[in-house]
């Protein structure tokens, strides 16, 4: 079964840091990154990295606060947010794309207070 578990938000001040990991279940895939969706707005697509060559894409709102990372064996990926800013607070989740399809994660909920 595939499975995706994301952690790591919590209530942190502007300017703070905190690193969402989300673990990987034993399956494929080619793709993975972090999205987020603030109420009443459209889904964003934040970071996300290639297994295939490491390539790594960042939104332009975190371009340069986040980092993404992944462990050797593929079974994690990381998201390294520093600086961050009151409109950072949302609700992030996880996704891989396989072969088979794509598979979200549940949420793992930031807050930046001001």
């Known amino acids: 079964e595939v499975q995706l578990q994301a952690s790591g938000g919590g209530l942190v001040q502007a300017g703070g840091s905190l690193r969402l990991s989300c673990s990987v279940s034993?399956?494929?895939?080619?793709?993975i990154g972090w999205f987020r969706q603030a109420p009443g707005k459209e889904r964003e697509g934040v970071s996300c990295?290639?297994?295939?060559?490491?390539?790594?894409y960042y939104s332009d709102s975190v371009k340069g606060r986040f980092t993404i990372s992944s462990d050797n064996a593929k079974t994690a990926v990381y998201l390294q947010m520093n600086r961050l800013k009151p409109e950072d607070t949302t609700v992030y989740y996880c996704k891989a794309d396989s072969d088979s399809g794509s598979y979200w994660g549940q949420g793992t909920q930031v807050t930046v207070s001001s």
């Open positions: 034993d399956f494929d895939y080619y793709n």
């Open positions: 990295i290639s297994t295939a060559d490491d390539s790594t």
